[in-house]
């Protein structure tokens, strides 16, 4: 894998300010924000002064346990091409569930939610990654994800699990150093004996990001400057393994650029840093290393010249590096039955995440209640960016309402039909009582669902919804 360098999550909001950035090698853009027929002129001139552009997936859902969308494995192909990216990313993560599998409505998170560490996971995600590698035409690398929640009755530390991943399907890692501290604060799993059993040559480069922590539990914002504590887990790694490349994300509340600018200096700091103390004893970066095996030196290959050579899995292979669990838990001949005890399990917790159906047996209830408020508010927050308009209608109103209707109106459809579903179910209940404000609301309905107010007859005008049914962010 070729070095990528010191990048930054590309963003609307910070387009211009991430142009003047001194030292950016590169950027990341969440791949579903992107419309392949109108490329931001930002990135466009990113791209003329070799900047390289790296799509990130949010939506893919290659955790669950229905196998990934065709669909959704085409705009991400898309989306590669159309950057010539050398890679794509996305998450170790499930976002949906329900369907046919469970014979029950689906359900969608609007957010990113971890896979229970079992050898059943364990076989549906490999199957489900390579089926993601044939259809990429680039290498495909995982990111680990942060949790507020465990599962209970897990069989495979993280470490162990992203291990056994990487060797069944030599897949990359895009490991994010927020996420190993988030899971230390939340789930008590200490950083250091995830890097010490994950294959750290596997790695494609890293995310660093800002959180913060409220009643014992930590949040990964992306909202909040990077903390010290971060830049240790970042120093950990870099103790093991020489990361291709190092990104900062931002997502929300984003500083000047002069603070930016900082945070990506200390990011710079702590990659150099070339020394480590371990019990009063200093120990160079390289003599803490222990190797786990080698990855045959690759060219650069670009997405055009990856769709000539064979696709993305025949570019992302390489000899694997850690040894199996002595074994444990091979791969069934068929993942039917390990798909079928996946979606059972993944529907009950996101059913009562987002229902308010009873908790799985054996969860932490009040984690899953933090987990619940936590989606909630999510959800407010996106739908209020897809439509600012709905708080700008319905004012200190909007939010209350919003997470009213959330507890009884689970998502299905992504935000942007989540916005609709919302300012309907308003309408129909004769709010907001402002008449001038439920006029507004009455029209910008209108000019988005449906050519008439909404009634129980013409509740959804289908064709003009369609535009606004792009996966959630």
């Not at 044939?134 to 949790?147: K, M, S, T």
């Not at 209608?393 to 939010?399: A, F, P, T, V």
């Not at 000019?447 to 606004?468: M, S």
Request: some cysteine.
């Amino acid at each position: 894998m070729d070095q990528l360098g010191i990048g930054i999550g590309w963003r609307p909001e910070i387009a211009s300010t991430v142009e003047e950035l001194p030292g950016i090698d590169w950027v990341e853009v969440v791949a579903e924000n992107l419309c392949p027929d109108h490329l931001p002129d930002s990135l466009r001139r990113l791209r003329r002064r070799g900047v390289t552009v790296v799509p990130h997936g949010v939506s893919l859902g290659i955790g669950g346990a229905e196998r990934p969308a065709p669909d959704r494995l085409a705009a991400l192909a898309e989306r590669a091409v159309l950057l010539d990216s050398p890679l794509v990313t996305e998450h170790i993560a499930f976002v949906r569930a329900g369907g046919p599998l469970t014979a029950s409505p689906g359900l969608e998170a609007g957010h990113l939610l971890p896979v229970p560490r079992t050898w059943d996971a364990l076989h549906v995600l490999c199957e489900n990654v390579r089926a993601a590698q044939d259809a990429l035409p680039v290498p495909l690398a995982l990111e680990n994800i942060a949790a507020l929640i465990s599962w209970p009755g897990e069989e495979l530390t993280e470490g162990q699990f992203l291990a056994e991943l990487v060797e069944r399907t030599g897949v990359r890692l895009l490991i994010d150093v927020a996420n190993l501290h988030t899971n230390h604060v939340n789930r008590g799993e200490d950083p250091a004996t995830a890097l010490d059993e994950l294959p750290v040559e596997a790695i494609a480069y890293v995310h660093v990001a800002g959180g913060v922590e409220k009643d014992g539990v930590w949040h990964d914002t992306h909202a909040h400057p990077v903390t010290e504590p971060v830049l240790g887990v970042l120093a950990q790694l870099r103790d093991r393994v020489d990361p291709p490349g190092v990104l900062l994300e931002r997502d929300d509340d984003f500083p000047p650029a002069a603070e930016l600018a900082g945070e990506l200096a200390a990011i710079r700091e702590t990659l150099t840093a070339r020394h480590t103390v371990t019990a009063g004893v200093t120990v160079t970066a390289r003599e803490a290393v222990t190797v786990r095996g080698t990855v045959p030196a690759q060219g650069a290959v670009t997405a055009r010249e990856a769709v000539h050579v064979g696709g993305g899995r025949a570019a992302a292979e390489y000899s694997p590096a850690p040894a199996s669990l002595s074994g444990a838990g091979p791969a069934p001949a068929s993942t039917t039955a390990p798909r079928q005890r996946l979606a059972l399990a993944e529907t009950a917790l996101l059913s009562a995440l987002v229902a308010g159906t009873p908790p799985p047996e054996g969860f932490d209830t009040r984690r899953l209640g933090v987990q619940s408020r936590a989606l909630a508010a999510k959800r407010a927050d996106v739908v209020s960016h897809v439509a600012p308009e709905l708080p700008a209608i319905l004012g200190g109103e909007y939010r209350p309402a919003f997470l009213m209707y959330a507890k009884s109106r689970p998502m299905g459809g992504g935000y942007r039909r989540d916005a609709l579903d919302f300012a309907e179910q308003l309408l129909h209940a004769g709010r907001p009582a402002d008449a001038a404000a439920r006029r507004r609301l009455t029209l910008w309905w209108q000019e988005r669902a449906a050519p008439h107010r909404p009634t129980g007859v013409a509740r959804i005008a289908r064709a003009a919804r369609a535009r606004f049914s792009h996966p959630y962010r």
